[in-house]
């Protein structure tokens, strides 16, 4: 499956794997690059020196390409913006802000550059900084999102942009490739389904979380800050929601959700904790290696795009 992402950046297939926050590490990451996706670091808010260990565990296990996620809002950003750059990371992605004061740094380093954006507007601004190629992600994703569905954002964008737009968001299977690719993508990311997978080290309670999810199971918390996250429903979800009913502070909801994500990837508190995952969750039924996902996904989308509608 050959797009202009995966000339740009060397891959087999347009597959690239989500930069979830105490989840996409190392082992998941040289795993779904070994497997000819495009595996990801997330730095999230982790200490620099700790991304630099990441980024040469993944080449002690695969020299297929594989990227960094960095979150523009992490205190610890401009180091690991840095990081990347001396360790020669390819692929760099990012998301909950503007890369743009490091654009020329990582440019002049040959580092493909992809933001994750939720409107046609960053698109385009993302697009005149130098962009390589833009993840369109839609609210269905979990974890921190925007308004627009993939189904409306996506189409929107790709007709804004020259360059390649990936689709995120509500994708889980080649049902899900195939539509995108229809939409106009060249590529999907892919989160929630690579939770369920062998390779990726959190908890197994966390795993069963989205095994056992039913369709209407996941809910926004964070709207009334102006910060929407999708996770899981659970004890957590509840109390939060009744708090912004109520009108709670600010800091009275941070205190509440304060180390959750931690508490359900690390220690498997699911109820507790931040089990953030995306709609497409009710749809994933098994944990499987991330190969086998990837090769089956990618299967399926090639059938139907061929018109084999009863390809399994």
């Not at 797009?3 to 087999?12: Q, W």
């Not at 020196?49 to 992490?74: A, D, L, Y």
Request: glycine share 10%.
């Amino acid at each position: 499956m050959k797009t202009r992402l995966t000339e740009i950046l060397g891959l087999k297939y347009p597959v690239i794997q989500g930069g979830m926050a105490w989840v996409a590490e190392s082992h998941l990451a040289s795993a779904v690059s070994k497997a000819g996706g495009l595996g990801l670091i997330a730095a999230a808010s982790a200490p620099a020196e700790w991304v630099r260990e990441q980024i040469r565990e993944v080449r002690k296990h695969t020299n297929c390409p594989f990227g960094v996620n960095i979150m523009m809002i992490s205190p610890n950003a401009d180091d690991v913006a840095k990081i990347v750059v001396e360790e020669n990371v390819p692929v760099v992605t990012t998301g909950a802000g503007t890369p743009e004061k490091y654009m020329t740094m990582w440019k002049e380093a040959g580092i493909k550059v992809i933001p994750v954006v939720a409107s046609v507007a960053m698109a385009k601004r993302m697009e005149r900084c130098g962009a390589d190629a833009i993840v369109a992600e839609g609210t269905e994703a979990g974890g921190h999102i925007g308004e627009n569905t993939t189904m409306v954002l996506v189409p929107q964008i790709v007709d804004s942009v020259q360059i390649p737009v990936i689709a995120a968001g509500g994708i889980a299977d080649g049902r899900g490739v195939a539509a995108a690719l229809m939409l106009g993508a060249e590529g999907v990311q892919m989160g929630t389904r690579f939770v369920a997978t062998n390779e990726a080290e959190v908890h197994e309670n966390y795993k069963q979380c989205i095994i056992r999810a039913k369709d209407i199971d996941s809910r926004v918390t964070g709207r009334a800050t102006g910060h929407p996250v999708r996770a899981l429903r659970n004890k957590m979800t509840t109390e939060y929601i009744r708090l912004e009913k109520e009108g709670a502070s600010f800091e009275e909801l941070e205190h509440l959700t304060l180390g959750s994500l931690r508490k359900a990837v690390v220690d498997g508190d699911v109820k507790e904790g931040s089990v953030m995952a995306g709609q497409i969750a009710g749809l994933i039924a098994d944990i499987k290696p991330c190969k086998e996902a990837i090769e089956s996904i990618v299967s399926q989308a090639e059938a139907l795009l061929k018109g084999d509608q009863n390809h399994e």
